[in-house]
T-cell receptor
Framework: KAGVTQTPRYLIKTRGQQVTLSCSPISGHRSVSWYQQTPGQGLQFLFEYFSETQRNKGNFPGRFSGRQFSNSRSEMNVSTLELGDSALYLCASSPQPQGISETGELFFGEGSRLTVL | DQQVKQNSPSLSVQEGRISILNCDYT??????FLWYKKYPAEGPTFLIS?????DKNEDGRFTVFLNKSAKHLSLHIVPSQPGDSAVYFCAASTGARQLTFGSGTQLTVLP
């Protein structure tokens, strides 16, 4: 079974630009969550989508947005990039929405490393 | 407001000895706790979990202990192996809310 696939793996942008990251969940998984990882901050929750609907949203500005398609693939977009947006963006999938599945386990992709210059 | 805290950013342990990673939380509504392991250039992978109705869960070399009164959980790895060297994240959830992660602890197991 293929794992969670994130593209691109690495990218460099400049301040003010916008970026779109893509995530393909494990086949059959309908929940996709996005996290931002920065040094010392752990994994900060961005948002979760289930069946094309945003279930939860973290405490991030409106420049961060996402969506989910009917095939469960998800994209996140960051507009007007700032230096502080440099981070590893992780996507995770699960069969059920977060907090509902018995084990609560999320399956993570390898992440997209964004550098903003 | 960090609801899940890992106060030790790093830990070094000799191979064969016990590794103890700690995690504290503030939200008494958390009812499920998980540990994830992360190697460089890889996404986190699930390691072990525990429900709030239990105080211990064991899986091979890994044991998680939960002390609800102290709002504290710990991960014990016995015996520690060099391949265990990674960043360990604890996470917690409540109801249908998303997982809240700690900031991680870098474990280094010295041969």
């Amino acid at each position: 079974k293929a794992g969670v696939t994130q593209t691109p793996r690495y990218l460099i942008k400049t301040r003010g630009q916008q970026v779109t990251l893509s995530c393909s969940p494990i086949s059959g998984h309908r929940s996709v969550s996005w996290y931002q990882q920065t040094p010392g901050q752990g994994l900060q929750f961005l948002f979760e989508y289930f069946s094309e609907t945003q279930r939860n949203k973290g405490n991030f500005p409106g420049r961060f947005s996402g969506r989910q398609f009917s095939n469960s693939r998800s994209e996140m977009n960051v507009s007007t990039l700032e230096l502080g947006d440099s981070a590893l963006y992780l996507c995770a999938s699960s069969p059920q929405p977060q907090g509902i599945s018995e084990t609560g386990e999320l399956f993570f992709g390898e992440g997209s490393r964004l550098t903003v210059l | 407001d960090q609801q899940v805290k890992q106060n030790s950013p790093s830990l070094s342990v000799q191979e064969g000895r016990i590794s103890i990673l700690n995690c504290d939380y503030t939200n008494s509504m958390f009812d499920y706790f998980l540990w994830y392991k992360k190697y460089p250039a890889e996404g986190p992978t699930f390691l072990i979990s525990i429900s709030s109705i239990k105080d211990k869960n064991e899986d091979g070399r890994f044991t998680v202990f939960l002390n609800k009164s102290a709002k504290h959980l710990s991960l014990h790895i016995v015996p520690s192996q060099p391949g265990d060297s990674a960043v360990y994240f604890c996470a917690a959830s409540t109801g249908a809310r998303q997982l809240t992660f700690g900031s991680g602890t870098q474990l280094t197991v010295l041969p």
